[in-house]
């Protein structure tokens, strides 16, 4: 008798529980969350507000912050979406996710005329980075990579390559300091292959189930990263260093270059003015001489989850999302570079970014991560094998490396 009110008990349990997930969502107005990383300028809410709007009535957007850390976005997004769960609509995902969502089921193709407004204008990187076996599974909403800054105060023209800077920093002593990123995260990932696109390597083969690391690239590589890491350029905190922490330094005043994303431009003109009078703009700076360097892309792509009880809604509404009315907005209030390419030819784009012309032409050379459902263990092998970078030692950190991304391809776990 027990047991059967016990098995009663839980069946009914189950039953409520069950009930609310289906039924919560039956709404009058379909509600589509937009689980993305919170924006502080308000653009998304906006975005958000005028789509539903737009709408008919027939949605509404929800917008639902994620942390600011994108590993903790991703570690939130994967645990529900690997429990099936049927709240999540509409999802920012990072452009490193593409293919690890597409192969656990995820996330859902676009087809059709939602997938040719998701195409349409859009810069071939940034869309690049939607795509996994010849299928778009993302709309390209906003772009990011890194520039080269500099103090126009103190160098008449900004070095072209990696060696170069090295050298001006050094000859100028105390405040000839590098800002960069050094510290074992994602960043130091993105500092890796980056230099290595440069060098014309690359970590996997175009297949993105092999290892590639060709010796002479990943070698010039690991001796770039070591020579700067050790030389008095690099700031005493780079092993500890993010993109923000190399902002606030370079807004210190002691610093003549920085390796970092639009961001710090409105920031230096809003906390350091004196600073960002001279503050100048140029390429990453190459490894090889007359040879473009390649930064990796960054960015936000918008996905349609696999659980949503509304698929074409939402797909209708990601669209919405990412046109180019709200790419302007994104920009000009928060500021997110655009992926479609037309809008750097605005007056108004062209204002908010004066150096559009070095972000098209830098975006038109980028390249992109290691396009694989494994990337993040391949991310984390990485930057565990080359952290700190003061310690790197090319000969032998090349067979560590290539070991270690072995073991991620592999699944063999990396503790």
Known sequence: MIRIRLTLVLWITVSIILYGCSSHRKEAIPTLNWYVAGEPSGAFFMAAKRCSEDSGQAYKIEQVPLPADTDQQREQLVRRLA?????????????????????????????????????AGRLDAPLQSAIYQNQLWAAPFTTNIQLLWYRTDRVNTAPATWDEMILLAESLGEIGTIQAQGERYEGLTAFFVSLLASNGGSVLDVSGKHISLAQQPTLQTLSTMARFANSSAA????????????????????????????????????????????????RWPATIEGKPSRFVIGGLNLGVS????YPQLAFHAAACLTAAKHQRMAAELGGLLPTIAALY?????????PFADVLRSSLSDAVQRPQTPLYNDISLAISRTLHPMRDIEPQKDFIRLRRAIERALNSEGLL
Do not use: C
């Open 235 to 282: 700031d005493w905190a780079l092993a500890t260093a993010r993109e923000d922490q190399a902002r606030l330094a370079f807004e210190s005043g002691h610093s003549s270059f920085m390796v970092n994303y639009p961001f710090v431009w409105p920031s230096a003109q809003r906390n350091a003015p004196e600073i960002a009078k001279h503050l100048g703009w140029a």
């Open 83 to 119: 429990a099936g769960d049927n709240a999540i609509d509409i999802i920012g995902m990072d452009v490193i996710w593409t293919a690890e969502f597409a192969q656990a089921g995820w996330i859902l193709p676009w087809t059709g005329k939602t997938a040719e407004q998701a195409k």
């Open 345 to 353: 030819d605005e007056p108004e784009i062209r204002v908010t970014y």
């Open 306 to 309: 696999a659980y949503t009880p």
